[in-house]
C-alpha cells in the first residue's frame, strides 16, 4: 500500500513570487508520482507525472517536479506565479504499473496574491 | 472530442435512499475510475472497471457498487444512503494502464 503526506494544506504567495508545494509518499513497491490541479467546482486535471527516466518532470505553464527516491519526495515548484495559478493541488502516488489507482494526497491550497 | 461527461452535477437525496450516477467516458477510452472526494476524507479510490470487467477496488462497503456496459459508460450505485456518503463523486477515464487519468467535473451528492 502506498501513501502520501503533503506537508502544507494552505500555501499564501505573491504573484511573481516562487513556490515549492511539498510532497512526501511512502511505498514498499516501485512507484508512479503524480501533480494533479482542481480548480473550484472542477475535477482535477493532470499537471504533471513522474513514470520512469528523467527524474526532473516539467509542466508546459512552468511548474516543475523532482522525484528523488531517497528522500521519497516529489515536490512542486514554479520559479514565478500567476494569480491564475490559485488553485488546490494533489499530489498522488500509484503502483508502478497501474497509472489507474491513485492514491492521493490531502491537497495543498495555494493562493496567489497581487 | 468531449471530456468526460457526468451526470447529474448535483443530487440531493435522503438518509436510506439509493442513489445511481453515471459517467460517459472520452471516446475510445475503455478504462473508467471513481473517486470519493469529501473535505475529511480527500480523494479516496473507490472502483476501476476496464471491458467491463471490474479490475481494482477500493477499501468501501458493500453499498458501492458499480458497472461498465459495452459503450464503456459506466454507472455507480449508492445503496441505503448515510449521511456520510456527501461528497464529490469524480470519474476518470484513460486509454489504457500507463495514460493518464481525464477527469470529469463529478457529481456533487448531498445527502440529508
Known amino acids: 500500500a502506498q501513501s502520501v503526506t503533503q506537508l502544507d494544506s494552505q500555501v499564501p504567495v505573491f504573484e511573481e513570487a516562487p513556490v515549492e508545494l511539498r510532497c512526501n509518499y511512502s511505498s514498499s513497491v516501485s512507484v508512479y508520482l503524480f501533480w494533479y490541479v482542481q480548480y473550484p467546482n472542477q475535477g482535477l486535471q493532470l499537471l504533471l507525472k513522474?513514470?520512469?527516466?528523467?527524474?526532473l518532470v516539467e509542466s508546459i505553464n512552468g511548474f516543475e517536479a523532482e522525484f528523488n527516491k531517497s528522500q521519497t519526495s516529489f515536490h512542486l515548484r514554479k520559479p514565478s506565479v500567476h494569480i491564475s495559478d490559485t488553485a488546490e493541488y494533489f499530489c498522488a502516488v500509484s503502483e508502478a504499473g497501474s497509472a489507474r489507482q491513485l492514491t492521493f494526497g490531502s491537497g495543498t491550497q495555494l493562493t496567489v496574491l497581487p | 472530442k468531449a471530456g468526460v461527461t457526468q451526470t447529474p452535477r448535483y443530487l440531493i437525496k435522503t438518509r436510506g435512499q439509493q442513489v445511481t450516477l453515471s459517467c460517459s467516458p472520452i471516446s475510445g477510452h475503455r478504462s473508467v475510475s471513481w473517486y470519493q472526494q469529501t473535505p475529511g476524507q480527500g480523494l479516496q479510490f473507490l472502483f476501476e472497471y476496464f471491458s467491463e470487467t471490474q479490475r481494482n477496488k477500493g477499501n468501501f462497503p458493500g453499498r458501492f457498487s458499480g458497472r461498465q456496459f459495452s459503450n464503456s459508460r459506466s454507472e455507480m450505485n449508492v445503496s441505503t444512503l448515510e449521511l456520510g456518503d456527501s461528497a464529490l463523486y469524480l470519474c476518470?477515464?484513460?486509454?489504457?494502464?500507463?495514460?493518464?487519468?481525464?477527469f470529469g467535473s463529478g457529481t456533487q451528492l448531498s445527502v440529508l
Open positions: 476518470a477515464s484513460s486509454l489504457g494502464v500507463n495514460e493518464k487519468l481525464f
Open positions: 513522474y513514470l520512469s527516466g528523467s527524474t
